[in-house]
């Protein structure tokens, strides 16, 4: 279990955005501490992906107070969250079938000395990466197009990991993943905390978030729904709060360690 005294890695107290009328997230908490899976999980139209979105930067909360490691930030741009730590992997992936590992991990930040590519500097540091995640890609050299969807899923991953960051947010990362790959997916979330990061996990996947998280936290329209210790919590438990059918509350705030 995570420390409770220790200050989070990410803390989100009051989080609100409206769309016009729509509410898509009302005062919601969230905190995530280093060496923790996080799911986050509610229906369709629960704020999953809003929150999501507002930790990556991508959505301005129209109200509420987010901190890294104890102090206030604002994170108005993608641009801001990666310099505060923050990696997001969203379900599209965003790579390119047509081009080999190495070029996917450094898309957009290939390394270059007087102008020239540094091939064999940015091949190490793939082959780095994917081994902190114990990746099961083939070669750094493998096209995209080669590699199956989990082999896929941890080249974007890994991506993230080149950026150094500190809180990995994953949005439905095992969604039409054969058991097979879902089972080697899993193994990179639990790689990811083993590494000490903060992992924020969502998924309509219960399976799957009791396999491999710590806390389970429920969103409903909008709001908190419940929090749950992903260990002790029964399917019901956490389906209850998911349906409506019960309300366990809000989660609990940090404790302050005795001075």
């Keep these: 279990m995570v420390e409770r005294t220790r200050t989070p890695l990410l803390s989100m107290r009051g989080i609100t955005k409206r769309y016009g009328a729509?509410?898509?997230?009302?005062?919601?908490?969230?905190?995530?501490?280093?060496?923790?899976?996080?799911?986050?999980?509610?229906?369709?139209?629960?704020?999953?992906?809003?929150?999501?979105?507002?930790?990556?930067?991508v959505v301005v909360p129209d109200s509420?107070?987010?901190?890294?490691?104890?102090?206030?930030?604002?994170?108005?741009?993608?641009?801001?969250?990666?310099?505060?730590?923050?990696?997001?992997?969203?379900?599209?992936?965003?790579?390119?079938?047509?081009?080999?590992?190495?070029?996917?991990?450094?898309?957009?930040?290939?390394?270059?000395?007087?102008?020239?590519?540094?091939?064999?500097?940015?091949?190490a540091m793939a082959r780095s990466v994917l081994r902190d995640l114990t990746s099961r890609v083939p070669s750094v050299r493998t096209p995209l197009s080669h590699l199956s969807a989990g082999q896929r899923q941890s080249v974007a991953i890994a991506r993230t990991l080149l950026g150094s960051p500190r809180i990995v947010v994953l949005d439905e990362p095992t969604a039409a993943l054969s058991v097979a790959h879902t089972a080697e997916v899993l193994t990179y979330i639990e790689r990811l905390r083993d590494l000490g990061l903060g992992v924020i996990l969502i998924s309509h996947n219960m399976n799957d978030v009791r396999a491999v998280s710590d806390r389970i936290e429920v969103l409903r329209h909008g709001r908190n729904n419940g929090s749950f210790d992903a260990q002790t919590a029964s399917y019901g438990e956490i389906i209850g709060?998911?349906?409506g059918a019960s309300r366990v509350g809000r989660p609990l705030r940090p404790v302050t360690a005795a001075s």
């Design 64 to 123: 509420g107070l987010v901190e890294v490691d104890g102090a206030p930030v604002t994170i108005p741009n993608p641009k801001a969250a990666q310099r505060l730590g923050v990696a997001t992997v969203f379900q599209d992936l965003a790579l390119c079938d047509n081009l080999d590992v190495t070029a996917n991990l450094f898309l957009g930040r290939e390394m270059r000395s007087a102008g020239v590519m540094q091939d064999s500097r940015m091949e």
């Design 22 to 57: 729509v509410e898509s997230l009302v005062d919601v908490d969230l905190e995530v501490h280093a060496h923790e899976v996080v799911a986050l999980v509610g229906d369709n139209g629960a704020g999953k992906s809003t929150l999501a979105k507002v930790v990556a930067g």
């Design 241 to 243: 709060a998911i349906t």
